[in-house]
């Protein structure tokens, strides 16, 4: 049904952000596997919030590459 497409190794891995800032007002997050969800990042005890008023706009965008096909697994997920 394919034959004309090349076959892919099956290795490639789906990479994920694993944290995220705001470039308009400076909010930053971590991604906490447990929960799993996005959580403030604490910088000397203190969370980084940023702007309550703040429609975000996350610092993860075209150039996020979430595909993974370099031998060894390449990168972390960070953006």
Do not use: N
């Not at 800032?21 to 990042?41: N, S």
């Amino acid at each position: 049904m394919y034959a004309d497409h090349p076959r892919r190794d099956m290795s490639a891995r789906l990479r994920k952000p694993d944290r995220r800032a705001c470039e308009l007002c400076g909010r930053e997050e971590v991604w906490d596997a447990e929960t799993p969800g996005w959580r403030v990042r604490r910088e000397d005890g203190e969370p980084v919030v940023g702007s309550v008023y703040c429609i975000h706009e996350w610092d993860i965008d075209g150039d996020f590459v979430p595909i993974d096909d370099a031998p060894g697994g390449g990168e972390s997920g960070r953006a």
